[in-house]
T-cell receptor, first 116, second 112 residues
Framework: GAGVSQSPSNKVTEKGKDVELRCDPI?????LYWYRQRLGQGLEFLIY????????KSGLPSDRFSAERTGESVSTLTIQRTQQEDSAVYLC??????????????FGAGTRLSVL | GQNIDQPTEMTATEGAIVQINCTYQ??????LFWYQQHAGEAPTFLSY????GLEEKGRFSSFLSRSKGYSYLLLKELQMKDSASYLC?????????????FGKGTRLHILP
């Protein structure tokens, strides 16, 4: 696609349920990031995929959070047993690995997660 | 690890100039970014600095001093549409630390 696509755009769930968020990066982009943004706050790094290297999971806040990426395409972020503190906008970004373009992250519109 | 600091909020007047500062401490450094984020929208790329000095792009300029761990974003001829959050981000260095980390952002309010 022309840009980074995230789905769903909004998700309302009950505390304790599992949720799965999807990110479809720009075709050919080898780098993919997930960030969390709470209301009025900055972007909190969660996880980083770069090509076929092992992902950098150092930002995942707990073992309830996991993410996968199939090759250099779609990524899913899964949150198990959701808590109210997980309510936030989850942003995905992708970037190219080559040339000057590797220094630009393109963001999706985000998934707004509300845990009741 | 990486630590990035920037002011939480700033206010400026339409037509004026504003400078948003960012300081960082990183174990390795491989570039600094500025992004703009309007309320309810995704961040969009503004600038990238990896060498010391000033990068100018229209009304926006970004400066970097690696020895001081310091950058600023300069916005000239402010317009009401410049009301947004401005995010400073830093890329680490190395195979295991080249991820991009963001500061908490500076909310800029433009007054008529």
């Amino acid at each position: 696609g022309a840009g980074v696509s995230q789905s769903p755009s909004n998700k309302v769930t009950e505390k304790g349920k599992d949720v799965e968020l999807r990110c479809d990066p720009i075709s050919g982009h080898t780098a993919l990031y997930w960030y969390r943004q709470r209301l009025g706050q900055g972007l909190e790094f969660l996880i980083y995929f770069q090509g076929n290297s092992a992902p950098d999971k150092s930002g995942l806040p707990s073992d309830r959070f996991s993410a996968e990426r199939t090759g250099e395409s779609v990524s899913t972020l899964t949150i198990q047993r959701t808590q109210q503190e997980d309510s936030a906008v989850y942003l995905c970004a992708s970037s190219s690995a080559e040339g000057a373009a590797k220094n630009i992250q393109y963001f999706g519109a985000g998934t707004r997660l509300s845990v009741l | 690890g990486q630590n990035i600091d920037q002011p939480t909020e700033m206010t400026a007047t339409e037509g004026a100039i504003v400078q948003i500062n960012c300081t960082y401490q990183t174990s390795g450094f491989n570039g600094l970014f500025w992004y703009q984020q309007h309320a309810g929208e995704a961040p969009t790329f503004l600038s990238y600095n990896v060498l010391d000095g000033l990068e100018e792009k229209g009304r926006f300029s970004s400066f970097l001093s690696r020895s001081k761990g310091y950058s600023y974003l300069l916005l000239k001829e402010l317009q009401m549409k410049d009301s947004a959050s401005y995010l400073c981000a830093v890329r680490g260095l190395g195979n295991r630390d080249d991820k991009i980390i963001f500061g908490k952002g500076t909310r800029l309010h433009i007054l008529p």
